[in-house]
């Protein structure tokens, strides 16, 4: 049971990555730019988080995933270094997409300056591939 368990937190965190993708996707398509930039960012996080559950023994998912509460748990350096200390090395072309979203932080909510078009095609290119990786890892 507790491996079925296990499973269901890693494929959670799957489906809320695709599913914030997606939303960012659409609100892109209804020039909501600064919304999907946000969203897009919370897509990595949950990928990395789905990549993190998956590569240690599920006794520990309880843990982990009490550890994802508070300001650390939305750093994209932080979970990088959770998936290190699970033996788990980004290639480094997920390095570079990791790198072109690393402007993103959970203070983009309080952001009144809206994102260019151009700059939010390419900030949800990188979230899009990031997470296609972590699901072919899981």
Known sequence: MAARKS???????????????????????HEYTNASVYLAGYAVECSLKALILASEPARL????????????????????????????????????????????STDLRYAVAKTDRKVGEQFLSAPQAIVAWANGRI
């Open 61 to 104: 998912h309880a843990r982990t995933v009490d550890s994802f509460r508070g300001a650390a748990a939305h750093d994209y350096s932080w979970l990088k270094h959770q998936l290190q200390i699970r033996g788990v090395a980004l290639p480094r072309p997920m390095e570079l997409l990791l790198t072109q979203a690393a402007g993103w």
């Open 7 to 29: 499973k269901k937190q890693v494929r959670r965190f799957q489906r809320v990555a695709e599913q914030r993708l997606e939303e960012a996707a659409f609100l892109l398509d």
